[in-house]
């Protein structure tokens, strides 16, 4: 298995498509920390913005 592997059915991004590797890589850390995985823990985190701006 290499990197280019995808797992999932989610089409190509945009052309337009901004990535923000510090959010992404902020929101990573939070949901895989080893705070979030311990046993009675629940993490809820929200993307919000006006429709349309690449929350997904």
Known sequence: MNNQTRF???PPLPPY???RPEVS???KQI???EET???GTLV???IYGLGGIGKS
């Open 8 to 10: 999932n059915q989610a």
């Open 17 to 19: 498509y901004v990535e």
């Open 25 to 27: 890589q902020r929101l």
């Open 31 to 33: 949901l895989l920390s």
């Open 37 to 39: 995985a311990k046993a």
């Open 44 to 46: 809820v985190s929200a």
